[in-house]
């Protein structure tokens, strides 16, 4: 890994405080739109490596950042595991939903094979990106990805999700292990592509009940961890687990990540107090905050949180992904706050 501003962080180094957006690459920039239009089918958008290079370096001509995440999908595992995925204007992504007990959880898939325009386009972006620009690669969390996989589409409460893992708690620890493998296939082929960073998104961690947020979470995402550092794969790994609230603490402990990204709900001094020190933060910035036109308050946010988190081993980031109506000029405007500050202190 390349001694860029975010590896430093990542390596427990004295450091500036590096910046980069989850979901900086899509539908708030304008030139997106041209690029999406190559391909009405978005899995095959997600499958073609001159459209993967030109959405992911997007952002760096807009921006000066110091991470491209590679552009890519989620649901490019389910799509391996032949879960008919598909993704509808004005409606997202819809699957075959699984039943629990019923439905045969497909094993010893090829992943690597089917995912090949990615290992090459992670590939190409290491070489021609500039050294100071960390190249992210990532995956969604087991959770997360049953999530989708059961329902079938998105929900408000994933009810199906939830009832399974009730009713049929065995069949959902299979699936749950079954996508532990995966995972780890998909960020160890990108790690040995190129990529410096790996990163576990688990978007719907706040649906897991308590009682299971271990089985579903925590452990899963340690258990990835290891087969990762099992495989030689030792790049640092950032897990998010979105709105999980008081268990992020536990998760700080046990999920062996090297780095936590926290939403825009997390109260960063109660951060700071109860996460384990020994990981970095990132965050958290609500990305609302980027969609008024004149803001008074953004400045204003931007410092508190560099603030706040000025003795800790810190990656300036949005509490989620930036959000299509987001303005240019405001990401811009926090850049250059977050680049000021670090001239000052």
């Known amino acids: 890994m390349s001694d860029n501003l975010i590896s430093k962080v990542l390596k427990n180094k004295k450091s500036s405080v590096p910046i980069w957006f989850m979901r900086q690459a ?16 978005f899995i095959n958008f997600c499958l073609n490596e001159d459209l993967i290079i030109k959405s992911t370096t997007l952002p760096l001509k807009y921006y000066d950042l110091d991470a491209a995440i590679i552009f890519s999908d989620i649901l490019m595992i389910p799509w391996a595991m032949d879960r008919n995925v598909k993704f509808t204007k004005n409606f997202g992504p819809s699957l075959k939903p699984m039943i629990a007990g019923e439905t045969k959880i497909v094993r010893n898939i090829c992943l690597i094979s089917k995912l090949v325009p990615l290992k090459n386009s992670i590939s190409y972006l290491r070489e021609k990106l500039p050294k100071s620009i960390s190249l992210i690669g990532f995956a969604g ?40 493998v995966y995972i780890a296939d998909k960020l160890e082929m990108q790690a040995r592509a190129g990529a410096d960073i790996l990163m576990i998104f688990d978007s719907w961690s706040h649906m897991i009940p308590n009682t299971f947020f271990d089985d579903c979470a925590i452990r899963p995402t340690a258990k990835i961890v290891d087969i990762l550092r099992s495989r030689k794969i030792l790049v640092p790994v950032i897990g998010f687990p979105f709105k999980a609230g ?33 990981v970095a933060l990132q965050g958290n910035l609500d990305p609302a905050s980027l969609i008024p036109s004149h803001s008074n308050h953004l400045r204003e946010n931007v410092l508190t949180i560099l603030e706040t988190m000025k003795d800790r081993r810190f990656i300036f980031n949005v509490g989620h992904g930036l959000t299509p109506d987001c303005k240019i000029d405001n990401v811009k405007e926090v850049i250059s706050i977050v680049r000021n500050y670090n001239m000052k202190v």
């Open 26 to 41: 899509g539908r708030h920039i304008p030139e997106y739109f041209k690029i999406r239009k190559n391909e009405k089918n």
């Open 141 to 180: 969390a087991p959770w997360t990805l049953a999530c989708y996989m059961i329902e079938g589409r998105g929900s408000k409460d994933f009810i199906n999700t939830r009832k399974a893992l009730w009713s049929s708690y065995e069949w959902f620890m299979e699936l749950i292990e079954t996508l532990i």
């Open 246 to 278: 008081a268990s992020i603490v536990k998760y700080s402990f046990e999920s062996k990540v090297d780095c936590i990204a926290l939403d825009w709900s997390v109260d960063l001094c109660w951060a700071i107090k109860y996460i384990n020190k020994k």
